[in-house]
Nanobody, 123 residues
Framework: QVQLVESGGGLVQAGGSLTISCIAS????????MGWFRQAPGKEREFVAT????????YYGDFVKGRFTISRDNAKNTVDLQMNSLEPEDTAAYYC????????????????WGQGTPVTVSL
């Protein structure tokens, strides 16, 4: 089993930046890749970004457009999502997910999920 805990969410003004983190524990050696998804009220879950552990390859959702960066700290077992130029449309609960044999954007291919951290972007 892998446990994931997100942190760093909060309120930020439009145009600002925020970094959210996810720390993994448990059987972390089984993780092939980790990703971030988000879900706004009344909307479907949306892929944000993912990183593959063996080569740190990354992949982003189309809406990111260079504003977000996903990174990994091996020593701390954390994956961060740095978000710049935030817009009110980025307001959502952000979820960390881990996959044991998948690298991509399909949420149902991820095996473990965190509880989510809220991000609110105000005008």
């Amino acid at each position: 089993q892998v446990q994931l805990v997100e942190s760093g969410g909060g309120l930020v003004q439009a145009g600002g930046s925020l970094t959210i983190s996810c720390i993994a524990s448990g059987r972390t050696a089984s993780i092939y890749g980790m990703g971030w998804f988000r879900q706004a009220p009344g909307k479907e879950r949306e892929f944000v970004a993912t990183i593959r552990f063996r080569d740190t390859a990354t992949y982003y959702g189309d809406f990111v457009k260079g504003r977000f960066t996903i990174s990994r700290d091996n020593a701390k077992n954390t994956v961060d999502l740095q978000m710049n130029s935030l817009e009110p449309e980025d307001t959502a609960a952000y979820y960390c997910a881990a996959a044991t044999s998948y690298f991509g954007s399909h949420w149902n291919s991820y095996n473990y999920w965190g509880q989510g951290t809220p991000v609110t972007v105000s005008l």
